[in-house]
């Protein structure tokens, strides 16, 4: 039996790190072989399935909603409450934050919630509208901020992340 190739491989609903385990799951979701999207020479470099399922990999790409098969890293390349504020997004209404704002977490040493700023409209059912600021830790005594605009449902919640206040507020206009 040759050897798996390794690399990352999508199929409906999976992303495996071997072509062989891409061949199993592709049966279960019924993806056809052909229809399998196949990156060669690359590795996962965090994997998270605490909400949202999410994996970052060494050629910089972000993959969301796939369930995760294969061997995960060791050790993430992401601190831990980045990795932790990035599954609270993916888990939620709003899906992974857009590509500007990954591409700044993943230089992240770290990210605390700051203040809450009040929203006029009271929406919401389980968790009232709010924005929550963060900072964000990007090393060598730099930080920068960055806004999410949150409001639970009872059927999920929305976590929009921004890096104005201004763009955050536009949720609840």
Not at 32 to 42: F, N, Q, S
Not at 133 to 158: H, N, P, R, W
Request: aromatic share 10%; glycine share 8%; with cysteine.
């Amino acid at each position: 039996m040759a050897k798996s190739k390794h690399g990352r491989f999508l199929t409906r609903w999976y992303i495996a790190t071997t072509e062989d385990e891409a061949e199993r799951m592709a049966a279960l979701d019924h993806t056809p072989l052909d229809e399998i999207k196949k990156t060669y020479k690359v590795k996962p470099l965090c994997v998270s399935v605490k909400f949202g399922n999410w994996s970052y990999w060494s050629d910089g790409i972000w993959i969301d909603g796939h369930t995760f098969v294969g061997e995960k890293p060791t050790n993430c390349v992401i601190a831990k409450s980045v990795c932790d504020f990035i599954s609270n997004a993916a888990g939620s209404d709003s899906g992974i934050p857009s590509k500007r704002i990954l591409n700044i977490l993943v230089k992240a040493k770290g990210i605390t919630e700051g203040i809450e700023h009040p929203v006029a409209k009271g929406r919401g059912s389980y968790a009232r509208a709010r924005i929550e600021e963060y900072d964000v830790d990007m090393g060598e005594k730099k930080q920068i901020k960055l806004f999410v605009a949150t409001v639970g449902y009872s059927e999920g919640y929305l976590f929009e992340v921004e890096r104005t206040l201004e763009d955050a507020m536009r949720y609840f206009r």
